[in-house]
């Protein structure tokens, strides 16, 4: 039963009831043996582990769910992300990023669900509504995703023009448009750190099985701060809300990182 008051114990924290137990029966009840597979091994097993903060694993989970457009369980996780140290600011700005990796249908389902839980939970937009993106030039877009793509991939060269050529050769226009939208719009925003943008980036890639995204990902997480622990607790998560195939394939991509290095 030690699994199980670990599991408790994190559905007090992710839902904020001061009864754990009646949840568990009820749930448990609605979904038998899933129900017990769910506490004992996604909250009492992986939930519980020490190694990466309850904070950093609901923002993993909340970008494996919307990568699935799984936006029904977004009325667990939106709430645990606010009792577990995710503002409303972070927690919208992780549907916002989606957008550039799972794509934009996904991400606006998800930011609708999103804004009606915070809504209940006395974080609703301002009646002015929430705060468009920074207007930039073609030039400052270009200038930060130089400076973004530097950074991810570890070359100090940040000038646009020769960050941009790198890519023509193999990626066309979608070269322009990965600097200048995905780094130099998405992710030089403020509203989340580098480091939680690549855990949420890593989340996304492993859970659509995106091998070859990941060989750059994973080393850009890395100079954003991320260990090979906290990568190793991602794939475990992966595992509890994508499946054990996706894992696997994501964990050997850190291993062979971490072997190379």
Known sequence: MVRRQRGLDVI?????????????RQFVAENGALGSFALDFVMGDIWSREQLSRRDRNLIVLSILGTLNQTNQLSYYVPGALNHGLTPVEIR??????????????????????N?????????????????????????????????MARL?????SNPDEALAALAGKLGPLGAY???????????????????????????????????????????????????IELEELMLTVFAYAGAPLAVEG???????????
Request: aromatic letters at 6%; charged letters at 25%.
């Open 93 to 114: 700005e992780i549907m916002t990023h989606l957008a550039a990796y799972a794509g934009f249908p996904k991400a606006l389902d998800a930011m609708a669900v999103t």
């Open 153 to 157: 991939s570890g070359n100090n060269q």
């Open 251 to 261: 964990m050997h991509k850190v291993m062979d990182h971490f072997e190379k290095h």
């Open 116 to 148: 009606s839980i915070l809504a209940e939970l006395g974080h609703d937009a301002s009646t002015a509504g929430l705060p468009e993106s920074e207007r930039l030039s073609d030039a400052e877009r270009r200038a930060r995703g130089a400076e973004v």
């Open 178 to 228: 990965g600097i200048d939208f995905a780094f130099g719009e998405v992710w030089a925003r403020p509203e989340l750190s580098r480091r939680d943008r690549s855990l949420l980036v890593v989340s996304v890639l492993a859970t659509l099985g995106r091998g070859e995204e990941l060989d750059i990902h994973i080393p850009a997480a890395v100079r954003h701060g991320v260990t090979q």
């Open 12 to 24: 007090a924290t992710l839902t904020g009831t001061d009864d754990p137990e009646v949840f568990a």
